[in-house]
């Protein structure tokens, strides 16, 4: 089942496409749609089934307007979602289809429509929460490498891979995926894009400041744990009432706020002293007490 996202953008797409006043613009919308059949004059059929169910509907008007006759059946499964399928069946029509992609000259547009076309016939996006994933996928390999030829061209970077007996034509660069939505004309998908990903670096870089918080007070506690013990068997080895008043002090402090930061154990001496000053002092009582082992 394709994506709820998925069909959102297609949804959007369609219902943000209009007929152009350019044939040629019309002609290429049809050719990216119709991509998958490679049109050419040995055609006999054409049976499309739509995973967005008003597209039936739309390609066929367009269809009618350059007297390509065709014909949608609509289902509406119980517990799955609704479907078209669009059928072109007459010679005629197949033929007219098949001439009308080379009859008239391209314009600098023609290439927007049938991105278009190729996006809502057989584009696959995935939910951007979970994974930015752009792709289309067909049996026949030269098909995929057209269209990647073509994609390329007009700067867009994707991929090809094999998956199962499909070759698949995809994306996971977000930036890429962004723009081939703007120009598809599903901008507010576009957007939605955008902000799960802004989104997910804020959750990343609160994630990253968490663990990087997480480990520095696993650091501390550990350092405390081991200063504490020091300062234990200094105490048990009559050593820290041979040491300064200084170090005696300290080593009381830390005692009784083992959870206290080296700023505030330097706060609270009975001398002004710095936050280095007391971590080395520190540093000196666990060095005295190692001495001792």
Known sequence: MKSEFSLDCKTEVLDN???????????????????????TENLHKIRQKQDVFKAGKVIKK?????????YVIEKEPEGKEPYSKLYITEDESLSRLVTLQTEFPKCEQCIRHFLKGIFVADG?????????????SYKEETLADTLLSILAYHGFNFSKITRRKSFVVYTKNSETIEDFLATVGAQNNCLLLMSSKVVKDINLKNNRVKNRQSANTAKTIKAGEKVNRAIIKLIDTGLLYELPDELQDLAQLKLENPTRSLAELAQMCP??????AVNRRLHKLCKIAQIEE
């Open 17 to 39: 496409f209009r007929f152009s006043k350019r044939d040629c613009c019309n002609a290429s919308f049809l050719e990216g749609y119709f991509f998958r059949e490679n049109l």
């Open 62 to 70: 367009l269809l009618s307007r350059y007297d390509i006759y065709s």
């Open 124 to 136: 696959v996006v995935y939910n951007p929460e979970r994974e930015y994933h752009l792709e289309f």
């Open 271 to 276: 001398e002004k002293t710095t936050k280095s």
